[in-house]
């Protein structure tokens, strides 16, 4: 009980000054609030946003991540593995594959 009276909100204070301790008008003046934070904006052109972003990867790194993979690849990849850890999803260990 003493938690539950010490952490009450008893009234706010609105966007326009006013102090406000009906139920109704608290709990609205709460929606409005986190509904204005959490809640899209106006969109802007989505091409400002990207440009605006670094670019990390160069266009011969994008054409090496992106060429289909070798059959070596991935053999190489699957003797990395640990044959012994955790099964997949279908339920086999590495070692099956191996």
């Given at each position: ?6 952490y ?13 301790s009906?139920?109704q ?10 509904s ?14 990207v440009?605006?972003?670094?670019h990390?990867?160069?266009?011969a790194?994008n ?19 640990g044959?012994?850890?955790a099964?997949?999803?279908d339920g086999?260990?590495a070692?099956?594959?191996?």
């Amino acid at each position: 009980m003493q938690r539950r009276t010490r952490y009450r909100i008893s009234g706010i204070e609105t966007n326009d000054g006013v102090w406000t301790s009906h139920p109704q008008e608290v709990q609205g003046e709460f929606q409005r609030h986190f509904s204005s934070i959490f809640s899209a904006g106006p969109s802007s052109d989505i091409l400002d946003t990207v440009e605006a972003i670094p670019h990390k990867i160069t266009d011969a790194m994008n054409r090496t991540l992106t060429q289909p993979v070798s059959e070596t690849e991935i053999l190489a990849a699957l003797k990395e593995i640990g044959p012994t850890k955790a099964p997949g999803i279908d339920g086999m260990t590495a070692q099956f594959f191996q």
